[in-house]
């Protein structure tokens, strides 16, 4: 029973891992984005590997994570 648990403990702790390191890559998409550095077409194809369906839901949610980021 204790092997249950402990296999149960480290499935969460790959997936809390994995959620940290997704939401860490997009918070340096917004940055990246925000500053200038990386065209907005670029970042939102780059955001939807983790989840970001289009351009609006990028800016939704760069705005929301504190990041202004200026539209033509």
Known sequence: MC????RLENRGK??????GQ???????IYRH?????????????EASEYGIRDEDDFL??????????KTK
């Not at 997704?22 to 340096?28: A, I, Q, R």
């Not at 984005?33 to 194809?45: E, F, I, M, N």
């Open 14 to 19: 790959e997936i809390g891992m994995a959620k």
């Open 3 to 6: 092997d249950v648990a402990e």
């Open 60 to 69: 939704t949610k760069a705005m929301q994570a504190g990041y202004i980021i």
């Open 33 to 45: 984005t925000a500053a200038g550095y990386l065209p907005l077409d670029v970042a939102v194809k």
């Open 22 to 28: 997704s939401k860490g890559t997009l918070l340096t």
